[in-house]
């Protein structure tokens, strides 16, 4: 191994060998929508992951072009936040994650004329799952705190606009969304939107 006149180690040269793909990607019932999961590489130590490519994403034909990052704090198991989007000509893409305890993280398909309108799919998304949900455009996405202490990490397509912000109801019966838990903390503006008039 070659060293710096410091003293401290150069990294070995990498052997030329094809390029392994560093995530796995599942698309759910929902178009466009995927379970995206970090490939491992283990040993002793512990594991090595990337949680972002920007090539693999595009490489998939999904938006990779995302500009904001932000954080959900929630201190208690059984709060609710969501279901909320974007409207155009602002609609996000997102791609969430939890970086500490865990959620049912849920997204609703909203794109009119889509063979899956109004239906809904929910993941465990958790700390040590390390799994993340891709979510695009016209889609609401809310999720459901499993454990006290839970943080959410998001990144996003484009700037929060709060013009632009909408939501649908959490439990309205357009949608039949199965919580895991009793729902025991939603702020005002959450519990009491609008039924989906379409």
Request: hydrophobic share 35%.
């Amino acid at each position: 191994m070659r060293r710096l006149d410091s003293g401290k180690c150069l990294l070995p040269r990498p052997v030329t060998q094809s390029r392994k793909k560093e995530m796995r990607f599942t698309e759910t019932k929902l178009s466009g929508a995927f379970i995206v999961e970090p490939e491992k590489f283990e040993d002793k130590r512990g594991f090595f992951a990337h949680s972002w490519s920007k090539k693999e994403f595009a490489d998939r034909g999904l938006d990779s072009d995302l500009v904001e990052c932000s954080i959900s704090f929630n201190h208690k198991r059984g709060t609710l936040r969501g279901m909320h989007y974007q409207a155009a000509p602002h609609g996000q893409v997102k791609l969430v994650r939890c970086t500490m305890g865990a959620i049912h993280d849920v997204v609703i398909d909203l794109r009119t004329g889509s063979p899956t309108f109004k239906q809904w799919v929910g993941i465990e998304l958790t700390a040590v799952n390390r799994l993340m949900l891709y979510i695009p455009r016209d889609f609401a996405h809310g999720f459901q705190t499993l454990a006290d202490e839970t943080e959410v990490f998001y990144q996003m397509s484009g700037v929060y606009r709060p013009e632009s912000g909408r939501g649908v109801r959490w439990n309205d019966s357009a949608f039949g969304i199965s919580w895991p838990e009793e729902v025991t903390m939603i702020n005002e503006r959450d519990r009491t939107c609008a039924d989906l008039k379409q």
